[in-house]
């Protein structure tokens, strides 16, 4: 009798613990269900807090994007005339060009660009033409006005004088002296070492040519 007392209750405790309460299993699933949705939340994004300014139509732009900015001297290009809507002409967009000529050491100073350049008789004289070793040579022997550390210009530069509202010559009037035809500058061209850029002073237009060619040189320095 005890035997099936015991075995009768414990098949008793298991049919509780089997069945348990209606209120403990929807507990369990309320549980699962709040964690599900708890889960979809996190996965959610989350909207950025935008500030009022950056709601606006002018946000403002981030720190490191309010830095300063170089400034790049352009000097405008002397094209004036209208040819076209909203052509050079019609923009002359750019800095004013502002020369001065030393008469007395044949020279010209670009104080827009800080730049001293040759204009003696050397620039009319036609025998002086050269290939592109001689063209740096020249310049590095230059001696005029007192100094002796000049140098053959970039491609920039050089570009940089030429007046596009003129022709044969395409320079300033306050350059005296030059020749119409190509000029060297020391800049290469990037895929191939036997050409250089230079310009062609009667349109004032930019192109390569064989550093074996020989043309001219207008030589510059730097003023400290």
């Not at 490191?64 to 900015?69: A, G, K, R, S, Y």
């Not at 007046?163 to 119409?180: K, L, Q, S």
């Not at 061209?189 to 002073?201: Q, R, S």
């Amino acid at each position: 009798m005890k035997k099936i007392s015991l075995i009768s209750l414990f098949m008793i405790m298991l049919f509780m613990l089997g069945c348990g309460s209606p209120t403990r299993d929807n507990d369990f699933l309320a549980f699962d269900q709040t964690s599900n949705e708890t889960q979809q939340k996190d996965k959610t994004p989350t909207k950025p807090n935008i500030s009022q300014n950056q709601q606006s139509n002018n946000p403002t732009k981030p720190q490191e994007d309010n830095l300063t900015q170089p400034t790049f001297k352009v000097v405008k290009t002397g094209q004036t005339q209208i040819y076209s809507n909203f052509d050079d002409g019609y923009y002359q967009m750019g800095i004013d060009r502002n020369y001065t000529r030393d008469d007395k050491n044949e020279v010209v100073i670009d104080h827009v660009t800080n730049l001293m350049w040759q204009d003696n008789q050397d620039m009319s004289d036609r025998s002086l033409k050269v290939n592109y070793q001689g063209a740096i040579d020249y310049c590095k022997k230059l001696a005029l006005g007192g100094y002796n550390n000049w140098r053959l210009p970039h491609i920039k530069e050089l570009q940089n004088i030429i007046d596009d509202g003129r022709t044969d010559p395409a320079f300033d009037p306050i350059f005296e002296n030059g020749i119409p035809s190509y000029y060297y500058s020391s800049t290469k061209v990037v895929d191939n070492k036997n050409l250089v850029w230079v310009v062609f002073t009667i349109h004032g237009n930019v192109g390569v040519a064989d550093i074996g060619g020989q043309f001219y040189a207008r030589c510059v320095r730097d003023i400290k």
